[in-house]
């Protein structure tokens, strides 16, 4: 076997029951190798590309602990038939994906009934809870606790009509705990002056958090981690193989083993999870933003557009301008219009908005249709884990992902923990 390379020296990975490998450097993997690191393990995160490079950078930057409505909510499914093939919508599926992605949409319905949305909502809300505090406390840790704001969310509709529309989901986060604020027109105006006589009405979520630059906090995770001995491989792993109590794997030209692996790989979770016979209906919600870096306007938090289903993060002076769900698999182009959506919300939102000189990007959210992540060991497989499929929540989840799984590895997790978050949910 191929020795483990570190930056700047060589090092074998450990034989002992000790090593893990770790496929995927973005924000789930980085914060699952810090808390295995820390547990004692030896660790190697393996990635054809750059830490924090793909979905890390590019996400909406909100730490949402009380985002714990699925997708799945009845009532988006009733919205959803409407808006499926208007190109403009919040939620687009190309009339060519629609057969391709049929079978994740029947599990997408079945898992709105009204007793399963409740029984996702638990589970996201023992995943989320505590998720700011958390981000706050490793974002100190590894030095770059400015990155971490908690002045809240501010999320915003037109008038109590299009508000009303979202009744449902707004309840079920406050039946778990999420702290909401009313807001009228005068309280806008005095917590977000640019925002445009448009809004009306809304939550303040005070409790809420959002991250200046994600990928600045993912880079500065990867230095952290590699400064605290964990190992950097950049190579495209392409088939897992248990053997001789091993985990094998195999990149193009290369192999490498380790104890245990865990599967941190967004999309290409599914692929490397299907060379071992594992199926799993993960989709890619290609999600767009639109950043304007002169924006000519203030904000202190994050503001959602919440009827156009659009997040607007003041990252160090620039706009990002996140959002929309389109479907289509991972292979096709960015659709540039798409993108350009982002710019005409934000200038409805936002007076006096600059969006000269913006830049746009794509990336692959790996979800799942019953919006749970996939979390813990596999079973019949072991030291074969999994963390992925987080979503919309990707970045939120991350910290408390990585604190879990170092528990379960330690045999700390209770089988309850792990129970709603099991592949095998989906036999």
């Not at 409505?69 to 599926?93: E, K």
């Not at 994740?104 to 007793?115: C, G, H, T, Y």
């Not at 096709?332 to 005409?344: C, F, S, T």
Request: one cysteine or more; a positive charge.
């Amino acid at each position: 076997m191929d020795a483990i390379i570190r930056p700047d020296r060589e090092a074998p990975m450990s034989m002992q029951n000790n090593s893990v490998a770790i496929i995927g450097a973005g924000i789930v993997g980085l914060c699952t190798a810090h808390f295995l690191r820390q547990s004692g393990r030896q660790v190697t995160v393996f990635d054809a590309q750059a830490p924090g490079s793909q979905c890390s950078f590019g996400n909406a930057g909100a730490l949402s602990e009380g985002s714990v409505a699925p997708l799945a909510m009845p009532g988006v499914i009733r919205q959803a038939a409407s808006m499926l093939l208007d190109s403009t919508s919040a939620l687009h599926v190309p009339l060519g994906y629609l057969l391709p992605a049929m079978p994740w949409f029947v599990r997408f319905i079945a898992a709105s009934r009204p007793a399963r949305v409740r029984q996702i909502a638990a589970a996201l809300h023992g995943l989320l809870a505590e998720s700011v505090r958390h981000h706050t406390e490793l974002a100190s840790a590894i030095g770059c606790a400015h990155l971490i704001k908690t002045s809240g969310q501010l999320h915003l509709y037109p008038d109590a009509g299009s508000r009303d529309k979202d009744k449902a989901s707004w309840q079920l986060k406050a039946d778990f705990g999420m702290a909401m604020q009313p807001v009228d027109r005068a309280a806008i105006a005095e917590l977000e002056p640019a925002v445009s006589n448009t809004y009306r009405c809304g939550w303040f979520l005070p409790d809420e958090g959002w991250v200046s630059d994600p990928f600045q906090y993912s880079q500065a995770l990867a230095r952290a981690n590699s400064d605290q001995g964990v190992a950097f491989v950049n190579a495209d792993i392409r088939k897992l193989r248990r053997s001789n109590d091993k985990w094998h794997l195999h990149g193009a030209q290369q192999s490498w083993q380790a104890d245990h692996v865990v599967v941190c790989a967004g999309m290409g979770s599914r692929d490397l999870l299907a060379t071992l016979n594992r199926s799993v209906p993960l989709e890619s919600q290609r999600g767009y933003h639109l950043q304007a870096p002169h924006p000519g306007v203030t904000l202190s938090r994050i503001v959602v557009l919440a009827d156009r289903k659009i997040f607007m993060n003041p990252m160090q002076g620039q706009l990002r301008i996140a959002g929309t769900v389109e479907f289509g698999g991972t292979g096709k182009p960015m659709n540039q219009q798409r993108a350009l959506l982002l710019k005409d919300h934000a200038l409805a939102g936002l007076d006096n908005l600059d969006t000269s000189g913006f830049t746009t990007w794509l990336g692959h959210r790996p979800c799942l249709p019953d919006s749970l992540p996939v979390i813990g060991p596999v079973a019949d497989l072991p030291g074969l884990w999994t963390g992925f499929g987080h979503g919309h929540l990707g970045l939120t989840g991350s910290v408390n992902t990585g604190r879990l799984l170092a528990r379960a590895m330690s045999g700390q997790a209770s089988v309850n923990e792990l129970a709603p978050f099991a592949l095998s949910r989906f036999r």
